[in-house]
């Protein structure tokens, strides 16, 4: 019941932008957390950004700080990522996670902390 559904991937080149969306339905959007990770070839999951089931408080791990921003539209059960200023680093499967709570919490096995994943997108950033 609960569809996590990505889309906005693509091909963008170096100092370029992408805007990554996500449809969420199967359950009530606006009480719970939301994150996006991202997975390149041969590398662990990374969690990037997250944000609170209201909105407020986004957070964002140190390389991607002042390039992304996560926003959510709760009348539309819609996460957004806005990516700008692209780096060849950034190229990796996104996915989009539902937290299991209102807030954002971080430790160790932080993957525990979200149960529903999305199908992902592709991002790839080349020249």
């Known amino acids: 019941q609960v569809q996590l559904v990505e889309s906005g991937g693509g091909l963008a080149q170096p100092g370029g932008s992408l805007r990554l969306s996500c449809a969420a339905s199967?359950?009530?959007?606006?009480?719970?957390?939301m994150s996006w990770a991202r997975q390149a070839p041969g590398k662990r999951l990374e969690w990037v950004s997250g944000?609170?089931?209201?909105?407020?408080?986004?957070y964002y791990r140190d390389s991607v700080k002042g390039r992304f921003t996560i926003s959510r539209d709760n009348a539309k059960n819609t996460l957004y990522l806005q990516m700008n200023n692209l780096k060849p680093e950034d190229t990796a499967l996104y996915y989009c996670?539902?937290?299991?709570?209102?807030?954002?919490?971080?430790?160790?096995?932080?993957?525990?902390?979200?149960?529903?994943w999305g199908q992902g997108t592709q991002v790839t950033v080349s020249s």
């Open positions: 944000i609170y089931s209201d909105g407020s408080n986004p």
């Open positions: 199967g359950f009530t959007f606006s009480s719970y957390a």
């Open positions: 996670a539902k937290g299991v709570r209102p807030l954002l919490v971080f430790r160790t096995d932080w993957e525990d902390e979200y149960d529903y």
